[in-house]
């Protein structure tokens, strides 16, 4: 068997409920849980386990939500001692990989990421910007298009690399309309507007991603135990001050998902497990290469068929 990736999914998976058999079934993942409430200082929880999904779903809600189920997740897989040899994490998701590679304290992760969901609320007023996901198209001909009318004075940019045919854009709201428009006109198969709460991964980001540097250096980081692949450089990384800077950079970067996965599997690997809330990563994995083995895990019974198959082989 080749070797296994730990991956772990970013903002838009989220949906009430997610955790709480978990929570209600495995000591190891109610202590994260439990965690989570006490470092926030409130009952994330309850919005978890009871919603309602609009609550939930405000970035500075979601982004410790699926950190924490990631986590939890995770904590209740390891007692089967199947071990990663690369952990990534698809934007927000960078976090919980960070977790498992033993950068960050899962309590430093969850502060963190609410400042992080909290200050990219902040950094653009509602309305004001925009992301989509164009389907179609190759990044080459986007990014063109992007630059082109970015040039005319409305900022948009590529935000997700997510695989083939599948790219998110950013920017004002202005900027992705008229980039959408020009891509279908261009050749792209379909634009599809996103139901975000703000141009994530774009310029309009810079802020945010000021405010956000201090908090990190409020942290404690260690050297990663395992490589993390870093969603701006699609690269392993492992020197501390290199993976702070990468992070701040991460919020007005594109996600290379794309290429990171493809830099793991260059590396030999050939099992991508998805850890945590929904199967969005699993199928931009199969989708980028078929042959992979993908398994997906967020409670007892998706972990049981996985440590079988696993175990099997």
Known sequence: MGKIAFVFPGQGSQAVGMGKEL??????????????????????????????QETLTLTY?????????????????????????????????????????????????VYAVRKRGEFMEEAVPAGVGAMSAVLGMDASALKEVTDEVTAGGNSVQLANLNCPGQIVISGTAEGVEKAGTSA???????????????????????????????????????????????????????????????????????????????????NGVTTFIEIGHGKV??????????????LAISDLESVQAAVEKLKGE
């Open 281 to 294: 990563l699993s199928g931009l994995v199969k989708k980028i290469d078929r042959s992979l083995e993908v």
């Open 23 to 52: 929570y209600e079934n495995s000591e190891e993942a109610r202590k994260i849980f439990d965690e989570a409430d006490s470092r926030l200082g409130e009952k994330l929880t309850d919005i978890m386990f009871e919603g309602p």
């Open 61 to 109: 809600n979601a982004q410790p939500a699926l950190l924490t189920t990631s986590i939890a997740v995770l904590e209740y897989f390891k007692k089967n001692n199947i071990e990663a040899d690369f952990v990534a994490g698809h934007s927000l998701g960078e976090y919980s990989a960070l977790v498992a590679a033993g950068v960050l304290q899962f309590s430093d992760a």
């Open 184 to 266: 279908k006109d261009k050749g792209a198969k379909r634009v599809i507007p996103l139901d975000v709460s703000g141009p994530f991964h774009s310029e309009l980001m810079k802020p945010a991603a000021e405010k956000f540097e201090a908090v990190l250096n409020e942290l404690q980081f260690e050297e990663a135990k395992v490589p993390v692949i870093a969603n701006v450089t699609a690269k392993p990384v492992h020197d501390v001050s290199e993976i702070k800077t990468l992070l701040v950079e991460q919020l007005y970067s594109p996600v290379r998902w794309e290429e990171s996965v493809k830099t793991m599997v260059e």
